[in-house]
Nanobody, 116 residues
């Protein structure tokens, strides 16, 4: 099973971007899908997660600005990012896992750069 992320890029402060990530292959039910990010010199941090039942969880720093969603039939998760700030600049990683975490997948990362 692989995760393929897309949608990163360069945007000005206050702008928007939409990230997508699709899982291909495998027969696992990916119960939780989400996005994490890592800025230079920082640890990887959770941005948002969503269960297959639609329950969401957001980092405090992105609440009200970012929206996570998923299409289970397409094994795809999205991250709509609005009102972007310079501190949102990071490499964003897609994650998908089963509830047991026996299957825990990471995408290749996509760069998001917010310029002031």
């Amino acid at each position: 099973v692989q995760l393929q992320a897309s949608g990163g890029g360069l945007v000005q402060t206050g702008g928007s971007l939409r990230l997508s990530c699709t899982a291909s292959g495998g027969v696992f039910r990916l119960n939780v899908m989400g996005w994490y990010r890592q800025a230079p010199g920082n640890q990887r941090e959770m941005v948002a997660t969503i269960t297959d039942g639609g329950r969401t969880n957001y980092a405090d720093s992105v609440k009200g600005r970012f929206t996570i969603s998923r299409e289970n039939a397409k094994k795809t998760v999205y991250l709509q990012m609005n009102s972007l700030k310079s501190e949102d600049t990071a490499v964003y990683y897609c994650n998908a896992r089963t509830n047991s975490a026996l299957v825990n997948l990471w995408g290749q990362g996509t760069q998001v750069t917010v310029s002031s």
